[in-house]
């Protein structure tokens, strides 16, 4: 792999001075598409929110403005992601509404049905095999919960195609292949909508 390679592997995983990097770049290059998702995001006054692949934590934050008596966990499996997004939401973790735990998506380390709403933002495409972690999803999701899926890619767009060609662990896809996953996983009432210029989309679907 190519240095150019091994830098964006990082959005992957981040780690060491590249991840270190790459998260900075994350929270500010992802911001447009994650304010745009958040936008989309019509579901009423959740308690207890997911946010799986958390990142940098910018939109652990932007959660819990949005939804002022919620609770927000963010989820990660880089010890450096989880670093940074616990210093970016200290003071909510100090005031007991914010937690950041380690964990992979496909096995999470929480109760089934505890969760009313689970977001995804920029991080589908390095989980391990779509249907099996969406099944992982639902089980923390209580009945009638909602997943939302936010991503840059639309599965065709010319960047994302480039950047799957040099980074290793990660994969793009339509929106009917996430689609299809929701609805082998279990999930109903699936609604997709794409952004008017841009290849960003945002899938929400109910347990
Ligand atoms: C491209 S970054 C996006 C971060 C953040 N959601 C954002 O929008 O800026 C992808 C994040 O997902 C995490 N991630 C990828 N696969 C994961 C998995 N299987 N389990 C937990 N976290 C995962 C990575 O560690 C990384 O922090």
Redesign the pocket.
């Known amino acids: 792999m190519g240095l150019l390679g091994k830098f964006f592997s990082n959005?992957?995983?981040?780690a060491g001075i590249m991840g270190r990097v790459?998260?900075l770049g994350?929270?500010v290059f992802?911001a447009r598409v994650?304010n745009w998702g958040m936008s989309r995001i019509n579901i009423a006054e959740p308690s207890e929110i997911a946010?799986?692949?958390?990142?940098?934590g910018?939109?652990i934050r932007d959660l819990l403005v949005k939804y002022p008596s919620s609770h927000v966990v963010g989820?990660?499996?880089?010890p450096l992601?989880l670093q940074k997004a616990r210093d970016r939401n200290r003071d909510m973790i100090a005031s007991g509404r914010c937690e950041v735990v380690g964990?992979?998506?496909?096995a999470m380390p929480f109760d089934d049905g505890r969760f009313d709403l689970a977001t995804?933002?920029?991080?589908i495409?390095?989980?391990?095999g779509l249907a099996r972690?969406f099944a992982e999803v639902r089980r923390i999701l209580r009945e009638g919960g909602h997943f939302v899926i936010?991503s840059e890619s639309d599965g065709k767009d010319k960047p994302s195609l480039w950047f799957k060609s040099i980074i290793e662990a990660m994969n793009t896809y339509t929106p009917e292949e996430i689609e299809s996953a929701l609805k082998e996983a279990g999930f109903r009432e699936i609604h997709t909508e794409h952004h008017e210029s841009h290849s960003w989309v945002v899938i929400i679907a109910e347990k």
């Open positions: 959005a992957g995983k981040p790459m998260i994350m929270n992802h994650a946010e799986l692949g958390c990142g940098g910018k939109n989820l990660d499996y880089s992601s964990g992979d998506v496909s995804a933002f920029e991080t495409y390095f989980w391990p972690c936010v």
